[in-house]
């Protein structure tokens, strides 16, 4: 079955690290990119990063950039997505998704929840 | 860079037509995609490369592309079509992702 499933979601004091992973079935992760999309409470999707098929080329939204750091592991067909400094702004669902040719986000999984509180 | 513009809700009576609109600048010249996210659920991809359907999407579903505005369309709103609706392009200059403010679809 084809299926990207995220795990790891949990309650963080700011300042603090967490790290959730995306799990995927059905097709091969190194074959694809894999992104990270969120959504905080009330408010729209926001895209957050990628990893891409091949050489595992990196990109961050400017809010993530040098907090968050992306990685796939092939052996585990799997994507990580670790978040240092994590602010109370980072409260969100995150999803991972699949990328097809032209940028177009086709399958998506059901989302993990991350909330950073005092 | 680069901004999507969306009006936050629209509301339509079952049976009729919804639009939902995507303005961004020069929008027409990049590749639209829609989704629809119902709480609780993943985003689906109802509509990709401005007007072309993935399979198991019903023909309800189009979208139009051109000059500042993109467009999704649902044909014979049902009950069950209520969600939040997002366009999506990529922005080749920053080489990210850019998702519209989202619109939430009320079916009176």
């Known amino acids: 079955q084809v299926q990207l499933v995220e795990s790891g979601g949990d309650l963080v004091k700011p300042g603090g690290s967490l790290r959730v992973s995306c799990k995927v079935s059905g097709f091969s992760v190194s074959d694809y990119y894999i992104h990270w999309i969120r959504q905080a409470p009330g408010k729209g999707l926001e895209w957050v990063s990628y990893v891409s098929s091949g050489p595992a080329y990196t990109n961050y939204a400017d809010s993530v950039k040098g907090r968050f750091t992306i990685s796939r592991d092939d052996a585990k067909n799997s994507v990580e997505l670790l978040m240092n400094s994590l602010r109370v702004e980072d409260t969100a669902v995150y999803y991972c998704?699949?990328?097809?040719?032209?940028?177009?986000?086709?399958?998506w999984g059901q989302g993990t929840l991350v909330t950073v509180s005092a | 860079s680069y901004v999507l513009t969306q009006p936050p809700s629209v509301s339509v009576a079952p049976g009729q037509t919804a639009r939902i609109s995507c303005g961004g600048n020069?929008?027409?010249?990049?590749?639209v995609h829609w989704y629809h996210h119902k709480p609780g659920q993943a985003p689906v991809l109802v509509v990709f490369?401005?007007?072309d359907r993935p399979s198991g999407i019903p023909e309800r579903f189009s979208g139009s592309n051109s000059g500042n505005t993109a467009t999704l369309t649902i044909s014979r709103v049902e009950v069950g079509d209520e969600a939040d609706f997002y366009c999506?392009?990529?922005?080749?200059?920053?080489?990210?992702?850019?998702f519209g403010g989202g619109t939430k679809l009320t079916v009176l």
């Open positions: 998704a699949r990328r097809l040719a032209t940028e177009r986000l086709d399958l």
């Open positions: 490369d401005d007007s």
């Open positions: 020069n929008i027409g010249s990049n590749s």
């Open positions: 999506q392009v990529w922005d080749s200059h920053t080489d990210q992702q850019v």
